[in-house]
């Protein structure tokens, strides 16, 4: 039964995606609109899988790759609801939508059994470090769907009113995300000191999240320090998202380390 809610709002994720990207092609808003609907349906759906999958763990959902994985889509969505409602960035859903929904289908194609947590994952800052990854991903995911619209919107009309307020979202995003990013960090450390005695200890995710953190910091630099705008940032933004991706994939499945424990820890970004 629980895998029909899930494999539920992977589809309607999906028919989301479609119809929203049809209307913004077409400008028809009436299509758009029912695609956010039919995405709340999916977001309602998803939300209730993993409460339910979380009250019969016995924990947070967040212990190997489906589940890091469905908590990232499920962040992305929460953000996404949060701009379109708060800032009626309607602009944004498309691309935001599709990476929602292309998130969640790596997620379907990992084992999906609930495994008990082995003791060094049993911490205070189990939810607390793997959770602020999981929001800092989908505010990097976010800022490179922004990216994707600035440019698009960029080559079409140069002189369209929005470019700036798309430009501002994308600084915004990734600065939100790096906040989180530092603070999983941070929090992974005094974790890390805990259940192995040692801050750092130069892990391929340690190394990886290390270089995320560097790519968006010099993205600020570039925004704040260098007053940069445009097309330019909003290349970066895009460009840096195949980074954050390997983090949380490649580096799983190419540079297994401390952080692997088998299907346990994978997708924890540290």
């Given at each position: 039964m629980l895998d029909y809610v899930f494999f539920g709002g992977l589809v309607l994720y999906f028919l989301a995606m479609v119809l929203t990207f049809f209307g913004m092609v077409f400008k028809k808003e009436k299509i758009s609109a029912f695609g956010w609907l039919l995405f709340l349906a999916g977001f309602a759906l998803s939300t209730v899988y993993l409460v339910i999958r979380g009250i019969r763990?016995?924990?947070?959902?967040?212990?190997?790759?489906?589940?890091?994985?469905?908590?990232?889509?499920?962040?992305?969505?929460?953000m996404l609801i949060f701009l379109h409602y708060r800032y009626q960035a309607e602009w944004i859903d498309a691309a935001a939508i599709a990476m929602t929904f292309l998130?969640?289908?790596?997620?379907?194609?990992?084992?999906?059994e609930i495994t008990e947590l082995m003791p060094a994952l049993r911490s205070a800052w189990f939810g607390f470090h793997i959770g602020s990854a999981a929001f800092s991903y989908a505010a990097f995911i976010l800022a490179g769907a922004a990216g994707?619209?600035?440019?698009?919107?960029?080559?079409?009309?140069?002189?369209?009113?929005?470019?700036?307020?798309?430009?501002?979202?994308?600084?915004?995003?990734?600065?939100?995300?790096?906040l989180l990013l530092t603070i999983t960090i941070l929090s992974g450390a005094i974790w890390a000191e805990e259940a192995w005695s040692a801050f750092w200890t130069w892990d391929p995710k340690e190394v990886w999240a290390l270089i995320t953190w560097i790519?968006?910091?010099?993205?600020?630099?570039?925004?704040?320090?260098?007053?940069?705008?445009?097309?330019?940032m909003a290349w970066y933004a895009?460009?840096?998202?195949?980074?954050?991706?390997?983090?949380?994939?490649?580096?799983?499945?190419?540079?297994?380390?401390?952080?692997?424990?088998?299907?346990?820890?994978?997708?924890?970004?540290?």
């Open positions: 763990a016995g924990r947070l959902p967040l212990s190997n790759q489906f589940e890091f994985a469905a908590a990232f889509s499920w962040g992305i969505a929460v998130i969640l289908s790596y997620a379907a194609l990992q084992p999906r994707v619209r600035y440019i698009l919107t960029a080559k079409k009309n140069p002189e369209d009113e929005r470019l700036e307020t798309m430009d501002y979202f994308i600084y915004r995003l990734i600065a939100v995300g790096l790519l968006y910091s010099v993205y600020l630099h570039l925004r704040l320090g260098r007053k940069k705008t445009g097309t330019f895009v460009i840096a998202v195949p980074v954050v991706l390997f983090t949380f994939i490649g580096v799983n499945t190419l540079m297994p380390g401390l952080h692997s424990y088998g299907a346990v820890l994978r997708g924890i970004l540290m």
